[in-house]
């Protein structure tokens, strides 16, 4: 049976996700008439999927009309494409926003476990390794990056131990574009992709500072292969990525075209591009993405 908001009238389906009134099956759904005042959370234009972000390029309040600077946080509607700025519609107060509103919908601003590169830095203390103070380092910086610019749209977990084995996942994040297995590198020298194999081979391999880093693509499906077996789903995708964080890509122009590299469904990015792909929409709406962050949370503990 689906959900149905009675003040917007916006519907849950089986899938989890949130559909407007007009397209709710065999009839139009109930909708109330709206107040101008914003005093309950269904009295405002903005829709069940709304969430708080930091916005990238801001804009006009669409209740008040007052200016949200670019990066403020605020409401933003991705199916409208508006935003509401926080005076009109605080984020914690009675009216806590158009995802509380709706009902059975949880919020994905819930976050489990410890900051990233906690269990790198327990090793680098243990053997005086300056490699793992540096790949905690990254971790850390990665994870502060992933919560602040993702906000409450996505659920960041981070350092989450895998079943029956050592290793350690060093990010996974579960959003509208699905779940994303991610691997943080801190590493010094130029990041190409490149073909090495000569003019009538196509050999690409991933190289940092001139070595040959090509298997770091095959490892992280060591990782993705046990969180894909978790999910069960094969409608959901299972996205791995590996970062690289403070990286030398050499001439701005890759970054500047956003245009990152992919190899064998492993995207190879830096952390804005990263941040943009995860933005992405996709299959999974509010209640999915807490639903299946929660089931992920336990059968994967922190490390």
């Not at 243990?126 to 990665?142: F, H, I, Q, S, T």
Request: net charge positive; with cysteine.
């Amino acid at each position: 049976m689906e959900l149905v908001d009675e003040t917007s009238g916006w519907w849950m389906a089986s899938d989890g996700n949130w559909y407007p009134p007009d397209l709710y099956p065999g009839r139009r759904a109930p909708v109330r008439e709206r107040s101008s005042a914003v005093t309950a959370p269904g009295a405002t234009p903005m829709g069940p999927r709304s969430q708080v972000k930091p916005l990238r390029y801001g804009g006009p309040c669409i209740q008040c009309g007052q200016k949200i600077p670019p990066h403020d946080r605020g409401w933003h509607d991705p199916d409208i494409k508006k935003v509401m700025c926080l005076s009109c519609w605080p984020v914690d107060g009675p009216a806590a926003g158009p995802v509380a509103a709706a009902p059975g919908a949880a919020r994905a601003a819930t976050r489990s476990g410890p900051v990233g590169g906690t269990s790198a830095a327990a090793v680098a203390r243990r053997r005086g390794d300056p490699r793992w103070r540096k790949g905690a380092v990254g971790e850390y910086l990665m994870s502060l990056r992933l919560r602040r610019d993702l906000g409450d749209q996505a659920v960041v977990l981070n350092d989450r131990r895998l079943p029956e084995g050592r290793a350690n996942i060093d990010h996974l994040v579960i959003a509208s574009s699905g779940v994303w297995v991610i691997d943080s590198k801190h590493m010094q020298g130029l990041i190409e992709y490149r073909n090495v194999g000569g003019a009538l081979s196509d050999d690409r391999r991933l190289l940092v500072g001139g070595q040959d880093r090509t298997w770091m693509t095959d490892q992280i499906y060591e990782y993705v292969i046990p969180v894909a077996n978790l999910v069960a789903d094969p409608a959901i995708p299972v996205l791995p990525a590996i970062v690289f964080v403070e990286g030398n890509w050499g001439s701005p122009t890759r970054i500047l075209t956003k245009r990152p590299y992919r190899h064998q469904g492993v995207w190879i990015l830096w952390p804005a591009a990263l941040i943009k792909k995860i933005e992405e929409p996709g299959p999974l709406g509010p209640q999915a993405i807490a639903g299946l962050a929660e089931a992920l949370d336990r059968a994967l503990p922190p490390r």
